[in-house]
């Protein structure tokens, strides 16, 4: 039973085209968050929620729209697709210790988006 | 603002190795520090977590220890295997509901 999980694995599209990708966590817990990971690997934080809140928007471009309906789902919707867009998104979730928790980051097994 | 490096970027041994991969970060208020491992074309896989009052933990053939003062953790591989070979991120969690992650070393183990 997939503790979170993230569909489409995979997603290609044209510039200019609007996509979602939705994530959803059977753990319990209360804050999640999408990661980006680039060509080069490297993974960088866009958006955190806890209980269903913004918490962190980490300066990305207002083209990308997260939603969180309850605390096991976080979708990301992203409008007018760039090339710069193509990379793999990461959804995951945490407990963390001043909720109960341990901290510990669990991730999804990524959606690969590429902009042609 | 709290940075994650890695060292070395990538690493290959041979089978049987015993090796250590190094981190570091520069603000030493953290709250965990966690090791994943990643194989190519997958998710982050977590391996260890660490809190701030704790020095080590293991698992298995890994063992990963923190200490804060020096802004410096290791993940310590015994006698590795070809299964081995993935590329190992450490994240650092300093509050503020982000985590920061370095940029990962590769690692390839021969068989």
């Known amino acids: 039973d997939t503790a979170v999980s993230q569909t489409p694995k995979y997603l290609v599209t044209q510039m200019g085209n609007d996509k979602s990708i939705k994530c959803e966590q059977n753990?319990?817990?209360?804050?999640m968050y999408w990661y980006k990971q680039d060509s080069k690997k490297f993974l960088k934080i866009m958006f955190s929620?806890?209980?269903?809140?913004?918490?962190i928007n980490e300066t990305v471009p207002n083209r990308f729209s997260p939603k969180s309906p309850d605390k096991a789902h976080l979708n990301l919707h992203i409008n007018s697709l760039e090339l710069g867009d193509s990379a793999v998104y990461f959804c995951?979730?945490?407990?963390?210790?001043?909720?109960?928790?341990?901290?510990?980051?669990?991730f999804g097994e990524g959606s690969r988006l590429t902009v042609l | 603002k709290q940075e994650v490096t890695q060292i070395p970027a990538a690493l290959s041994v041979p089978e049987g190795e015993n090796l250590v991969l190094n981190c570091s970060f520069t603000d030493s208020a953290i709250y965990n520090l966690q090791w994943f491992r990643q194989d190519p074309g997958k998710g982050l896989t977590s391996l260890l977590l660490i809190q701030s009052s704790q020095r080590e933990q293991t698992s298995g053939r890994l063992n990963a220890s923190l200490d804060k003062s020096s802004g410096r953790s290791t993940l310590y591989i015994a006698a590795s295997q070809p299964g081995d070979s993935a590329t190992y991120l450490c994240a650092a969690y300093t509050g503020g509901f982000k985590t920061i992650f370095g940029a990962g070393t590769r690692l390839f183990v021969k068989a």
């Open positions: 929620y806890n209980n269903k809140e913004l918490i």
């Open positions: 995951a979730s945490s407990q963390l210790r001043l909720a109960g928790g341990t901290g510990e980051l669990f």
């Open positions: 753990l319990g817990h209360d804050t």
